[in-house]
Structures are given as C-alpha cells and as structure tokens.
C-alpha cells in the first residue's frame, strides 16, 4: 500500500500523484483518494476483477452496487438513461454532493450494479477528483474508503487504520491530510415518476 502526499489547494504539486493514480486504477488497482464529502475508494468501473477487490477489501456484500465518479454530463449520457428534463437536473445539482440513480444503459460489469438496471453517478465538486477523471478517461468506481460496519471518515489515520486490518488492501493511497468535516453524498433517485431522496447527505431537501 504506497502513500503520495497531494494538496488539493495547489493541484500543481500534486499533478504527478493523480497521473500515477489514473495509472494505477486503468491497471487494474485500487486507489484510496480524497473527495469534496470524504474519503473514497475506487479503480477502473469496467474492470470486472478490479470491482471485485473493492468488494474483497471493505469486506462488503456484492448483493450492495457501487456508485461511481463522472468527468460530466456526456459521459454520463453514455453510461446512462438522460433525458432532457434529466439533464436540467444534473446541471443544477453537479458538479455537488449529490449521487444521483439513473437507469443505466452502457454495459457495465455485473458486479459494479449487483444485476440492477440502475445505476448512481456522481460529478464532485472538487478539482482533485475532476483530474483524476480526466486523467482516467472513463468512470471509476467511488464508494467510502472504509470496512463494511464502520463509518466513512474525513480523517486519512482512520483511513490508513482501517486498511491495516483489511483482508486487501488498496494499491495506493492519495493522502490529503484530513478532510473538512462532512457527511457521504445525499442519494437522489431520478428512476421514479417522483424523485426520492434515498439518503440524506450534505445536500439535504
């Protein structure tokens, strides 16, 4: 598990850290990187056997999906059912802490959705997570760098403190120091006639 320093309020510094992240996830790894929320683990969202060492690591049920970052609104449309009046709504709401539910089109693996034909994506806001999905080129999978029945942290020594006891453990670590405090993305589900919010996050109703 290698540790590189980035600060995300000088991202010139930090350049080389999120390429090497990029490089990493299209691999096949997996990355531990900071978010506008908390902490996030991810690797290449259409890399099967990567997916299934998310899974491996935080020890989580495959029944449960993933969610994953997008670069913006056309990847998304690539990835996923956008209509116009869905679109509006993205505007409005990314980039932000929200995770938005979609009816997903592009044939992601399996695993990454549990079998469902929905889909959650999310446009950060912030830059560190833009250039990595710059760098990438495609989505990449953002679920909380934690163990299954532990909480999300903003803190990198609770993060690190986790992985220490891990069956797996992250190929690399994107150490930001610790986070401002905040809560994961509120959920919001655009699938039904009447949207529904599936989890309160930072963003409430």
Known sequence: ?????????????????IIEAAKVMLAGGTVVFPTDTVYGLGCDATNE????KVFKIKGRNEAKPLAIIVRDVLMTKKIATVERK???VLNVIWP???????????????????????IGLRIPDYKLTYLLSENMGRPYVATSANLTNESA??????????FER????????????????????????????????????????
């Open 1 to 17: 598990m290698r540790i590189l320093k980035v600060n995300p309020e000088n991202l010139r510094d930090s350049e080389d850290a």
């Open 96 to 118: 932000g802490a929200v995770t938005v539910i979609l009816w997903r089109k592009y044939k992601l693996p399996e695993i990454l959705t549990a079998g469902k034909g929905t």
């Open 49 to 52: 056997y990567a997916i299934k």
């Open 153 to 162: 942290t903003t803190k990198i020594s609770q993060v690190l403190k986790y």
């Open 86 to 88: 869905i679109e509006r």
């Open 166 to 205: 891990s069956y797996g453990k992250p190929d690399l670590v994107l150490d930001a120091g610790d986070l401002k405090f905040s809560e994961p993305s509120t959920v919001l589900d655009l699938t039904v006639p009447k949207p529904k919010i599936v989890r309160i996050g930072p963003v409430d109703k």
